[in-house]
């Protein structure tokens, strides 16, 4: 079955501009976390969508939001982007919520957003 | 508030040796912990995981162990091939606020 689909897999924007990144989860999976991968942070959690509802944040501005639709597919959107916000950003499907019930999450291949 | 730590952001290892990558957490509650391996360019991939109620998880050249009492948990390789070469983000679940969270990452450099 088709994994997680990113897209686009690189950008490029402008300090003060805005963008939207897609996740496509697994056929079938309901929950869809986002995080920011930058050097020496680590995974970063953003958020987590669950049959269309965020679940649970992490700690960002509210620069930084998100949705999910009926089909799973989810959306992250940033607004008024600053240079920090270059990062990698992976999103990740699982089953259930959070990981719960032992499940593993799967990801995508990324995003790579620069900032400049 | 970093509530799982991987103190050393590298580590290079001879092939055909052990390697071992750490990890620390500080919060109790977290009862499921997993480990995950990222090549270049792509996402996370799922490497093992361990219950909270055991201390060891083997799957073939893999083992995790868990220090409930340190809160510490350790990934072993052995024998280490130039393949694992990746970074190794260990992450762990509170399964009660339903929160998947990982540490910061250990580059492992396995050298022929």
């Known amino acids: 079955k088709a994994g997680v689909t990113q897209t686009p897999r690189y950008l490029i924007k402008t300090r003060g501009q805005q963008v939207t990144l897609s996740c496509s989860p697994i056929s079938g999976h309901r929950s869809v976390s986002w995080y920011q991968q930058t050097p020496g942070q680590g995974l970063q959690f953003l958020f987590e969508y669950f049959s269309e509802t965020q679940r649970n944040k992490g700690n960002f501005p509210g620069r930084f939001s998100g949705r999910q639709f009926s089909n799973s597919r989810s959306e992250m959107n940033v607004s008024t982007l600053e240079l920090g916000d270059s990062a990698l950003y992976l999103c990740a499907s699982s089953l259930r919520r959070g990981g719960a019930a032992n499940t593993e999450a799967f990801f995508g291949q990324g995003t790579r957003l620069t900032v400049v | 508030d970093q509530q799982v730590k991987q103190n050393s952001p590298s580590l290079s290892v001879q092939e055909g040796r052990i390697s071992i990558l750490n990890c620390d957490y500080t919060?109790?509650?977290?009862?499921?912990f997993l480990w995950y391996k990222k090549y270049p360019a792509e996402g996370p991939t799922f490497l093992i995981s361990i219950s909270s109620i055991k201390d060891k998880n083997e799957d073939g050249r893999f083992t995790v162990f868990l220090n409930k009492s340190a809160k510490h948990l350790s990934l072993h390789i052995v024998p280490s091939q130039p393949g694992d070469s990746a970074v190794y983000f260990c992450a762990a679940i509170d399964q009660g606020a339903q929160k998947l969270v990982f540490g910061q990452g250990t580059r492992l450099t396995i050298n022929p």
């Open positions: 919060n109790s509650m977290f009862d499921y």
